[in-house]
């Protein structure tokens, strides 16, 4: 079964391998990856750092990074999957 690793950076240290989904679609990795910005801005929000960018990678284990996802406070969540995504 494919599995999946989402990495989160903001401006703190980088949460690596935190959180992981095993035969996921591409709409749940996705589904996924806009709920761990939305709960790292809530963090940023609490400690005063709000409109940092969050990034999300998404490794695909054997094959790489498959989806990139981003965002601030505010605005739009951008996704992009790269050629080897889903």
């Known amino acids: 079964?494919?599995?999946?690793?989402?990495?989160?950076?903001?401006?703190?240290?980088?949460?690596?391998?935190?959180e992981t989904l095993e035969g996921a679609d591409p709409q749940e990795i996705e589904r996924r990856a806009r709920e761990l910005i939305q709960e790292t801005q809530?963090?940023?929000l609490a400690r005063g750092s709000a409109k940092l960018l969050t990034t999300v990678f998404v490794h695909q284990v054997g094959n790489g990074i498959v989806l990139m996802a981003y965002g601030r406070e505010g605005d739009d969540v951008r996704i992009r999957?790269?050629?080897?995504?889903?």
């Open 42 to 44: 809530a963090r940023q």
């Open 1 to 18: 079964m494919t599995r999946y690793i989402f990495d989160v950076h903001d401006d703190g240290p980088a949460n690596w391998g935190e």
């Open 81 to 86: 999957w790269t050629p080897s995504g889903c």
